[in-house]
């Protein structure tokens, strides 16, 4: 039987105390792990690891802003997942926050309940909203909800490339692949690649 391979998470956030609290549960959470930690801007650029999947953000950091941080992260680790702890409510804010590349936004008084939630949603579909949250100012999503990544991604095999090859190819790892083709099937509303990809199609998304 093939090893499930665990989600591997960084953690930035500038508050010691928060960070190994977070590490010790996520460490304890079967299928989960945590690959790398940061206080900063600076430390987060220094500790990356190109097998990320997820990266718990702390918008404020001491050195910089979380915001600009995904930004430069994004180049090194392509098809990373952000997810925002933070105290900001404000629809505004979170609408920027989307625009620089964040998935999901969790509350910092959230249980780790909610976190592992936001985890494996965000994962699954692409982002996540938390209950509570005022998205009425919020842009709509598109009709599929599909973003560029998950886009390249089908184009890929719509090419005739193997999941390896476009593993590879995007740098992310072959089980993250497979996870954001799940997601990209749960949003196409289809039970397959060759189904996702042939819906992708008819929409005019690929070629």
Request: with cysteine.
């Amino acid at each position: 039987m093939d090893k499930i391979e665990e989600i591997k998470i960084m953690l930035v956030e500038d508050h010691h105390i928060v960070r190994e609290g977070l590490r010790r549960l996520i460490e304890m959470e079967p299928g989960m792990m945590v690959v790398a930690e940061a206080g900063s801007c600076k430390e987060a650029m220094a500790n990356l690891q190109k097998d990320t999947d997820i990266i718990l953000l702390d918008i404020k950091l001491p050195d910089g802003d979380g915001l600009e941080l995904c930004e430069h992260i994004s180049p090194k680790i392509p098809g990373v997942i952000y997810i925002a702890l933070t105290t900001y409510d404000d629809p505004l804010f979170v609408k920027k926050a989307m625009e620089h590349g964040v998935n999901g936004f969790i509350p910092k008084h959230a249980s780790f309940d909610e976190i592992k939630s936001a985890i494996t949603i965000t994962l699954r579909d692409g982002h996540y909203l938390y209950p509570g949250l005022d998205t009425s100012k919020l842009f709509n999503l598109s009709e599929t909800g599909l973003n560029d990544m998950e886009i390249k991604i089908l184009q890929l095999i719509a090419t005739g490339e193997n999941q390896k090859d476009i593993a590879e190819k995007l740098f992310i790892s072959l089980s993250t692949l497979r996870r954001r083709l799940k997601g990209i099937c749960t949003k196409l509303g289809v039970k397959t690649t060759e189904e996702a990809v042939a819906s992708a199609a008819k929409k005019g998304l690929i070629h």
